[in-house]
């Protein structure tokens, strides 16, 4: 694998869409552009060809995590607004320094790190008072967090519950049980070790289903 970024620019592509969220499956899908929609793809290949000059490739690996990107940073930032601007600068590092990826990595982990990097980022910088984190059925399903609420009111309380967990248990626990990550792909993103994360993603489960158990109690 060449150590070089992509030939004829250093800078994110203009064929590139800003904010631009794909929800095409990860790993192997039928690439789309010119000469790319023959044959499968996995996200290695597209990485060889990017580094060739071949810009399309880029956007469908764009394309195949974008969506997966926004959601994770959404959770993690509180609003759409900053999720797009923390995928999108994701991106640009992720095609900038193309040329440090790994065939031998998985792109979606390696992608992750730059993303969870950014989105801590940013949280340090802007010191949030209030966030609104939005939260889905698998999450709450994965999380076994007990009885449940029905409808929205069961959303609205799980997206309590995820901004009233610490951050570190939040992270662990976005990546495990909505992003269905393994340890190994967390660890190689967050830097911690295995039974760290397996802790932060072990209380984060347990505060979740305190917090949605007491609004049961009380009937909410």
Known sequence: MSSTAPSGSSSFPEAI???RAGAAHPGVTRATGAGLNAV??????LVRRVLDGDAAAFTTLVDRHAAACTRFAMRMLGNREDAEDATQESFVRAYRYLGRYEERDYF????FQILVNRCRT?????QRQARVFHSDEAAVRNASVGPAVDGAELRSEIERALAAL????REAFLLKHVEQ???DEMTEITGASVSALKMR???ACDRMQQLLREVSDVGI
């Open 108 to 111: 979606r982990t390696w992608l």
């Open 17 to 19: 869409p800003a904010r």
């Open 40 to 45: 499968p793809m996995t996200d290695a290949m």
């Open 181 to 183: 990550l393994s340890y």
């Open 122 to 126: 940013m949280a340090q910088r802007r």
């Open 201 to 203: 993603v072990k209380r």
């Open 166 to 169: 610490d951050p570190e248990q």
